[in-house]
């Protein structure tokens, strides 16, 4: 039997998933998501867009000086000042890729560009040269190419090819294609582009009708040998191809496409809790693969076909995609080195100082909760590897509430060795209440955007995560806090965001204590 195609599995999270509204990342952060791509097995990670900020160009930089076992790419329009950005910003990877794209619908050529086709061709042709003098591995992009005339399509792949291009990518822009008209398209390229077997040709969908991954897998059917895609099919509007759908897809059903891919698929799961963890945005219960209802069973006909046999109602194995049963694993008496041991299982990297504190947090945990579970130490770990520099930390807090009045609140924070205390009868809850007590301690005033709680394992004294979105001067900063008390992890979250604010605004200070 003939061996499955291997498929390249192109990641643009750090630079397409990065475009979803708030969902940016520090430098740290980019760099924690790349190393775990790589230990993902991605192929190639779009690391970002260097010509678009400052911030963008370091975390390329630091990616390509860093990160090895996976080629970094940096993308660039078709003109000299990105080309030249992404070039330098990629000059000390271990393999490096620069992307460049150019639109080339007839909607994009009028109203956006406002160039013919032949500028388009010549300046297609320019970028992708000028690429080259940086690297041999050039990927170009015509923007918008699903709704791009064959005829031109084709004409400016020949091109792009001709004056170096190793990969040429069809994206679907807009998310407009559909499966039978993105198979018909690559079928084309395939048939009518004379130089199209020295390039791989790649696919990047968008979500638009919801047919990302299905349009993404159709264009495998004919020939596609590239998938871009992100973790949890992030990215702008409603997203991009789901890496672990596709991929799993892929893997699944061989008999369809006949293809594989490098991705070690128990790391998937754990790729997606650090996504979501970072960037705030939670990954719905019933999302397929890394959603928490993806494998379970509550119809009694489904439990009862499960028990008997498992295949019944479950094409995958769980454990396949890093799911683990929710088991006691870690009690008060367990030492440094089983929560170590546990960490790497989970698929963790802690240094010395992080397993330090992740052990000290997680001998406060036990004391207060009669069951560890692995989500509880996950949350642990994520709170460490999420923090940002405590100006301000949560020392406690009381609150009386009754319906139909204010509640009295009683605040303590640290902030510079000392701590600082506010009372306080506001707000509308004991939420509320301690937020206006945080913002009259610290002097800022900030606006709540989005706030979600939900519970991280099982039982009554299971922990509550808190994730938050704080607006401020018109920036968005994300905060999270873990505690076994709502109202406690509520306010952690709530400094966490306050503290990323004031990382940008420093010369904030304390105010005079309040009775």
Same mark, same amino acid.
């Not at 779009?46 to 010509?51: D, K, Q, R, S, V």
């Not at 992740?358 to 996950?378: P, S, T």
């Not at 999270?480 to 966490?496: H, P």
């Given at each position: 039997?003939?061996?499955?195609?291997?498929?390249?599995?192109?990641?643009?999270?750090?630079?397409?998933?990065?475009?979803?509204?708030?969902?940016?990342?520090?430098?740290?952060?980019?760099?924690?998501?790349?190393?775990?791509?790589?230990d993902l097995g991605v192929d190639i990670i779009?690391?970002?867009?260097?010509?678009t900020s400052e911030g963008d160009f370091e975390?390329?930089?630091?990616?390509?000086?860093?990160?090895?076992?996976?080629?970094?790419?940096?993308?660039?329009?078709?003109?000299?000042?990105?080309?030249?950005?992404?070039?330098?910003?990629?000059?000390?990877?271990? $393999? /490096?890729?620069?992307? *460049?794209?150019? +639109? %080339?619908?007839?909607?994009?050529?009028?109203?956006?560009?406002?160039? #013919?086709?032949?500028?388009?061709?010549? $300046? /297609?042709?320019?970028? *992708?040269?000028? +690429? %080259?003098?940086?690297?041999?591995?050039?990927?170009?992009?015509?923007? #918008?190419?699903?709704?791009?005339?064959?005829?031109?399509?084709?004409?400016v792949l020949e091109g792009a090819i001709d004056?170096?291009?190793?990969?040429?990518?069809?994206? #679907?822009?807009?998310?407009?294609?559909?499966?039978?008209?993105?198979?018909?398209?690559?079928?084309?390229?395939?048939?009518?582009?004379?130089?199209?077997?020295?390039?791989?040709?790649?696919?990047?969908?968008?979500?638009?009708?919801?047919?990302?991954?299905?349009?993404?897998?159709?264009?495998?059917?004919?020939?596609?040998?590239?998938?871009?895609?992100?973790?949890?099919?992030?990215?702008?509007?409603?997203?991009?191809?789901?890496?672990?759908?596709?991929?799993?897809?892929?893997?699944?059903?061989?008999?369809?496409?006949?293809?594989?891919?490098?991705?070690?698929?128990?790391?998937?799961?754990?790729?997606?809790?650090?996504?979501?963890?970072?960037?705030?945005?939670?990954?719905?219960?019933?999302?397929?693969?890394?959603?928490?209802?993806?494998?379970?069973?509550?119809?009694?006909?489904?439990?009862?076909?499960?028990?008997?046999?498992?295949?019944?109602?479950?094409?995958?194995?769980?454990?396949?995609?890093?799911?683990?049963?929710?088991?006691?694993?870690?009690?008060?008496?367990?030492?440094?080195?089983?929560?170590?041991?546990?960490?790497?299982?989970?698929?963790?990297?802690?240094?010395?100082?992080?397993?330090?504190?992740?052990?000290?947090?997680?001998?406060?945990?036990?004391?207060?909760?009669?069951?560890?579970?692995?989500?509880?130490?996950?949350?642990?770990?994520?709170?460490?590897?999420?923090?940002?520099?405590?100006?301000?930390?949560?020392?406690?807090?009381?609150?009386?509430?009754?319906?139909?009045?204010?509640?009295?609140?009683?605040?303590?924070?640290?902030?510079?060795?000392?701590?600082?205390?506010?009372?306080?009868?506001?707000?509308?809850?004991?939420?509320?209440?301690?937020?206006?007590?945080?913002?009259?301690?610290?002097?800022?005033?900030?606006?709540?955007?989005?706030?979600?709680?939900?519970?991280?394992?099982?039982?009554?004294?299971?922990?509550?995560?808190?994730?938050?979105?704080?607006?401020?001067?018109?920036?968005?900063?994300?905060?999270?806090?873990?505690?076994?008390?709502?109202?406690?992890?509520?306010?952690?979250?709530?400094?966490?965001?306050?503290?990323?604010?004031?990382?940008?605004?420093?010369?904030?200070?304390?105010?005079?204590?309040?009775?």
């Open positions: 039997m003939e061996s499955p195609r291997v498929i390249k599995i192109f990641d643009t999270t750090l630079r397409d998933g990065e475009q979803s509204p708030g969902a940016s990342m520090n430098l740290a952060e980019k760099k924690e998501v790349a190393q775990a791509l790589v779009e690391a970002g867009f260097p010509i975390a390329v930089q630091e990616i390509a000086t860093h990160v090895r076992g996976a080629t970094i790419c940096g993308l660039a329009r078709c003109r000299e000042a990105d080309i030249d950005r992404a070039g330098e910003a990629l000059r000390n990877a271990e $393999r /490096a890729r620069i992307h *460049v794209f150019l +639109a %080339t619908s007839a909607i994009h050529r009028e109203f956006k560009l406002r160039m #013919d086709k032949d500028e388009i061709v010549r $300046r /297609a042709v320019e970028g *992708v040269k000028r +690429a %080259t003098q940086y690297c041999d591995d050039i990927e170009f992009s015509p923007e #918008d190419a699903s709704r791009t005339e064959i005829d031109f399509l084709c004409q004056a170096g291009a190793t990969t040429v990518n069809i994206p #679907d822009t807009v998310g407009y294609g559909t499966p039978e008209q993105m198979s018909q398209l690559i079928r084309t390229l395939r048939e009518r582009v004379p130089n199209i077997d020295r390039a791989v040709i790649s696919v990047h969908c968008h979500n638009d009708l919801g047919l990302a991954v299905a349009n993404s897998l159709a264009a495998v059917q004919n020939g596609a040998g590239q998938i871009e895609c992100t973790i949890n099919g992030i990215g702008e509007r409603a997203g991009n191809c789901s890496l672990e759908e596709v991929v799993m897809a892929l893997r699944t059903r061989q008999d369809i496409y006949h293809a594989t891919t490098g991705i070690h698929t128990p790391r998937l799961v754990p790729t997606s809790r650090l996504v979501s963890s970072i960037t705030g945005i939670q990954v719905q219960r019933n999302k397929a693969i890394v959603g928490k209802n993806a494998f379970a069973h509550e119809a009694g006909i489904h439990q009862d076909g499960m028990l008997k046999e498992r295949s019944t109602y479950e094409i995958m194995l769980p454990a396949d995609v890093g799911w683990t049963k929710t088991d006691l694993v870690l009690g008060k008496h367990s030492g440094r080195a089983a929560l170590a041991d546990r960490a790497k299982t989970l698929g963790y990297h802690l240094e010395a100082e992080q397993l330090q504190r992740v052990f000290e947090d997680f001998k406060q945990l036990a004391d207060r909760k009669k069951e560890i579970y692995d989500g509880d130490i996950a949350a642990l770990i994520e709170q460490q590897m999420r923090e940002v520099p405590e100006s301000w930390s949560f020392v406690s807090y009381r609150v009386t509430s009754t319906s139909g009045s204010s509640p009295e609140v009683e605040l303590s924070l640290e902030h510079g060795g000392e701590v600082h205390q506010a009372k306080m009868t506001c707000g509308d809850g004991p939420i509320d209440a301690v937020f206006l007590a945080v913002e009259k301690l610290i002097g800022i005033e900030v606006t709540c955007r989005d706030f979600q709680v939900h519970s991280v394992t099982l039982g009554k004294d299971a922990q509550g995560e808190v994730s938050m979105e704080l607006e401020y001067q018109g920036r968005t900063y994300l905060g999270r806090g873990v505690s076994t008390d709502s109202v406690e992890a509520s306010c952690k979250a709530f400094l966490n965001a306050i503290n990323r604010i004031l990382v940008m605004r420093p010369e904030t200070q304390p105010v005079e204590e309040t009775a």
